[in-house]
């Protein structure tokens, strides 16, 4: 049987800072062989949205810089949205990347396709936030879910690291990490 595939949408601009330390410690709790590919949104450099319109008319961008990601995210068996929380958001590299997912937008709700994306796949969202509060993420969550429904994803799991300005100890989320990464994992098998 082929090895199913994962795609990683990395918003930190840190390999080694507490997002990665999450991903990491995910990626050990994955129960399935998984070939992982990662697009880190810091090194990508996706241009934002212009607004043009032209997915409105026809399939595509005017800007082939995204031609990967679209790839991935029809061929992936799970997305995998991890990031810091910056100014209750994503920070500006990844909100350009789900900027450019407007073309599923137009293509489901102006060129009426359905659905505009193939492959309906689950996604786990990893936040990690400097406060002990949950308002970020209570906000990527709804930005998240709100995205999904043009990419025929579900979320299925979440886990959030908050107060990582205090709190370098990632011990207590261990559990809910593995809980998360076995729902995404159970959830392909539906
Ligand atoms: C520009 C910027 C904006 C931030 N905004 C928030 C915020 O709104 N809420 C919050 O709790 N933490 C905020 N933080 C803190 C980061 O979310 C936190 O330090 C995070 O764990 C960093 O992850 P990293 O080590 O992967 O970069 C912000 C940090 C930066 C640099």
Redo the contacts with the bound molecule.
Sequence with gaps: MPKKRGFILFG???QN????RLVQAFLKAFPEETEWTMVEAYHQKIAPCLGCGLCEHKEGCVNSDFDQIDHLLRTCDYLVVAS?????SFPAPLKAIFDRTQRYFSARFVRGERPPIAKHKKAAMLL????D?RD?ADIIRKQLKMIFTVLNTELAGEVLWKN??RDKNMEPLMGVLAETAEKLAIAWDL
């Excluded at 800072?17 to 990665?20: D, L, V």
């Excluded at 810091?84 to 209750?88: F, G």
Aim: charged fraction near 5%.
């Design positions: 930190s601009p840190h800072g507490a997002t990665a810091p929380v910056y100014n209750l990690t936030c400097g406060a509060s970020g990582t300005d």
